[in-house]
């Protein structure tokens, strides 16, 4: 089992940038691929992008790559999300995700954290 736990949320101008970090407890997530979601309001649930195990390889939502970039530290047990050039329609609550599949993995959830996006 693994627990994931999301921190870095908040307000920002846009253009800003914000960094997301995502702790793994309860089991290793080195032999998972691991991703960010996001959710907002009156919208359903959308890949923001994910990275291998390894770090090798990352995948993008098109709505995000060039602006957003997914990191991982396996000996912190740390997963991150750095979003720069933020526009007020990436304003959600962004959610940490862990699974067997790096291109989309759903297998384990954190919590989520609000990050807003100010015009």
């Known amino acids: 089992q693994v627990q994931l736990v999301e921190s870095g949320g908040g307000l920002v101008q846009a253009g800003g940038s914000l960094r997301l970090s995502c702790a793994a407890s309860?089991?290793?997530?080195?032999?998972?691929?691991t991703g960010w979601f996001r959710q907002a309001p009156g919208r359903e649930r959308e890949f923001v992008g994910s990275?291998?195990?390894?770090?090798?390889?990352?995948y993008y939502a098109a709505s995000v790559k060039g602006r957003f970039t997914i990191s991982r530290d396996n000996a912190k047990n740390t997963v991150y999300l750095q979003m720069n050039s933020l526009k007020p329609e990436d304003t959600a609550v962004y959610y940490c995700?862990?699974?067997?599949?790096?291109?989309?993995?759903?297998?384990?959830w954190g919590q989520g954290t609000q990050v807003t996006v100010s015009s």
């Open positions: 995700a862990a699974g067997l599949e790096p291109s989309y993995p759903t297998q384990y």
């Open positions: 309860g089991r290793a997530i080195s032999t998972y691929g």
């Open positions: 990275i291998s195990w390894s770090g090798g390889t990352q």
